[in-house]
């Protein structure tokens, strides 16, 4: 312990720490140093997906891996908040209670009734949600449209998945909406910014970390009132 390694104070898992120095290298990031990485925010977009390719054949990873490790060390690096970081060796089953709570959330407004709605208001944000079905990748979660959004774990930031219980109510931000209707979630408190346009057009399968709207539960309730 001791603190002796300093990506135990961010976000990324130790299994991905060689990948996440490199990272640090290529995208040439400083972990404390939140100028180093929006020198070049306005293409980020370009720049990480560039680099999630090369890190994926030097590392033999998936490029969705790659990226979420990109993500994880930006919101490390950026985020005011501490208690979005991890202080210890030990992953948190809770998280500070702020985030991702459907305290001080609304349900989603009866006038957003269809994806395409949806879309135009990107990102929104403080939505209650519930857990419908946990998953490997993530969580499938209803916040009041015909189909489920997909909470994945790269967007829990100091939240345990395992913590997460079908049937619990949480607060999420809609971050994005593929070409083919898939919802992307993020938990509410993190305000991770909206998907681009090349994380919208990514693979949904899961062997990719995304999951169908098939994996989750069959049935599906009434919206809310």
């Not at 970081?85 to 998280?95: D, E, H, P, Q």
């Not at 909470?151 to 100091?158: D, E, F, I, M, T």
């Not at 913590?163 to 109510?169: E, H, I, N, R, T």
Request: proline share 4%; with cysteine.
């Amino acid at each position: 312990a001791g603190g002796s390694e300093p990506l135990d104070n961010t976000m990324v898992h130790p299994e991905s720490y060689d990948l996440a120095r490199w990272l640090l290298k290529e995208l040439r990031w400083t972990l404390n140093d939140a100028t180093s990485v929006k020198k070049d925010i306005d293409a980020k977009d370009e720049i990480w997906k560039a680099t999630s390719k090369k890190a994926c054949k030097k590392f033999d990873v998936s490029e969705d891996r790659a990226l979420s490790v990109i993500e994880h060390l930006f919101f490390s690096i950026t985020s005011p908040d501490p208690r979005t970081r991890k202080n210890s060796g030990a992953a948190s089953t809770s998280g500070p209670s702020n985030i991702g709570s459907a305290a001080g959330c609304a349900a989603l407004s009866s006038n957003i009734s269809t994806v395409d709605k949806l879309r135009d208001i990107l990102p929104h944000r403080n939505v209650i949600g519930t857990v419908r079905n946990v998953v490997d990748f993530g969580a499938f979660v209803d916040f009041g449209l015909e189909c489920d959004g997909l909470l994945h774990r790269s967007k829990l930031g100091p939240i345990n998945l395992g913590s997460l219980l079908v049937g619990q109510d949480i607060g999420v931000d809609i971050l994005g909406v593929s070409n083919d209707n898939k919802i992307s979630l993020g938990l509410a408190g993190l305000n991770f910014p909206v998907d681009g346009a090349d994380a919208k057009k990514r693979n949904f399968s899961g062997a990719n970390g995304i999951g169908k709207r098939g994996d989750g539960p069959v049935s599906k309730r009434k919206r809310r009132k």
